[in-house]
Nanobody, 122 residues
Framework: QAQLVESGGGLVQAGGSLRLSCAASGRTFSIYTMGWFRQAPGKAREFVAAISWSGTTYYADAVKGRFTISRDNPKNTVYLQMNSLKPEDTAVYYC????????????????WGQGTQVTVSS
């Protein structure tokens, strides 16, 4: 079992920035991808960004150019720097981990964190 713990969520005004962190512990795979997803009220969970073990990144169109995903492999930690935030970015943000390369479907991730709330006011 792997445990993922997110932190860094909060309330911010539109145009502001937040940085989310997710630390993995317990079982981790030798080569793994870490991803961020989000779920707004009444909506399905959606892909935000992912980063492979080697540092390859992939973003949803809605966040491209505003969000940056990065990772610190020795610390088993992934970050999501969110700039130019919009009210439509309001959601619970989840990090997830999978064994292998980048995927954008949530069903292909093996372990999930508990989520952290991000609220962007207009």
């Amino acid at each position: 079992q792997a445990q993922l713990v997110e932190s860094g969520g909060g309330l911010v005004q539109a145009g502001g920035s937040l940085r989310l962190s997710c630390a993995a512990s317990g079982r981790t795979f030798s080569i793994y991808t870490m991803g961020w997803f989000r779920q707004a009220p009444g909506k399905a969970r959606e892909f935000v960004a992912a980063i492979s073990w080697s540092g390859t990144t992939y973003y949803a169109d809605a966040v491209k150019g505003r969000f940056t995903i990065s990772r610190d492999n020795p610390k088993n930690t992934v970050y999501l720097q969110m700039n130019s935030l919009k009210p439509e970015d309001t959601a619970v943000y989840y990090c997830a981990i999978r064994n292998g390369g980048i995927r954008s479907r949530d069903g292909e991730y093996d372990y999930w964190g508990q989520g952290t709330q991000v609220t962007v006011s207009s």
